[in-house]
T-cell receptor, first 113, second 114 residues
Framework: KQEVTQIPAALSVPEGENLVLNCSFT??????LQWFRQDPGKGLTSLLL?????REQTSGRLNASLDKSSGRSTLYIAASQPGDSATYLC????????????FGGGTRLMVKP | DGGITQSPKYLFRKEGQNVTLSCEQN?????MYWYRQDPGQGLRLIYY???????QKGDIAEGYSVSREKKESFPLTVTSAQKNPTAFYLC?????????????FGPGTRLLVL
């Protein structure tokens, strides 16, 4: 069964710092991997989606990489801002599981002004 | 405004009571999903539906039931058989199963037991 782990569970950084969030998964037969943002008490917003054939995706200050063979993905946030404070979740879609996603536990990020 | 709405935002359940959480979407999406999120944890799939009048159990379906009588609506009932219902419930939808389609999420319903 696919298991997804995110480390660290919580992270606090000063504004302006570059940071990396980690996601690992046990079954490398994934269709794609997605990073979401969740604000407290809210739903999820999709940030980046990486197909299994891709190595990375970029959107603004965000860059997500994927190393399928080692079962790892990273989300890089450049020049962090207080508005980046949220929980970041990664989710993988197995190749044979239709559109079902398996989520990690999330990393709770706080960016201090 | 296209999107997914969930109601109510907060819901209280008494012992032995069934409660129903509403999920509506006007995105013309075929597939809909229900997830449960416990504090500090990721989302776990309860039920999903690929098309009207069809739905499948997810990883933690026990104590829950759903219906899909209309494309726009996918209500979730938390039955008295669910012994630990306190959680944040999220509904999502996507255009199709088995295709690279992002799931769009509603704002969630927080269920509390009195």
């Amino acid at each position: 069964k696919q298991e997804v782990t995110q480390i660290p569970a919580a992270l606090s950084v000063p504004e302006g710092e570059n940071l990396v969030l980690n996601c690992s998964f046990t079954d490398s037969a994934i269709y794609n991997l997605q990073w979401f943002r969740q604000d407290p008490g809210k739903g999820l917003t999709s940030l980046l989606l990486i197909q299994s054939s891709q190595r990375e995706q970029t959107s603004g200050r965000l860059n997500a990489s994927l190393d399928k063979s080692s079962g790892r993905s990273t989300l890089y946030i450049a020049a962090s801002q207080p508005g980046d404070s949220a929980t970041y979740l990664c989710a993988v879609r197995l190749g044979n599981a239709g559109n079902m996603l398996t989520f990690g536990g999330g990393t709770r990020l706080m960016v201090k002004p | 405004d296209g999107g997914i709405t969930q109601s109510p935002k907060y819901l209280f359940r008494k012992e032995g009571q069934n409660v129903t959480l509403s999920c509506e979407q006007n995105l013309n999406h075929d597939a809909m999903y229900w997830y449960r999120q416990d504090p500090g944890q990721g989302l776990r799939l309860i039920y999903y539906s690929q098309i009207v009048n069809d739905f499948q159990k997810g990883d933690i379906a026990e104590g829950y039931s759903v219906s899909r009588e209309k494309k726009e609506s996918f209500p979730l009932t938390v039955t008295s058989a669910q012994k630990n219902p306190t959680a944040f419930y999220l509904c999502a939808s996507s255009r199709r199963q088995g295709i690279q389609e992002t799931q769009y999420f509603g704002p969630g319903t927080r269920l509390l037991v009195l």
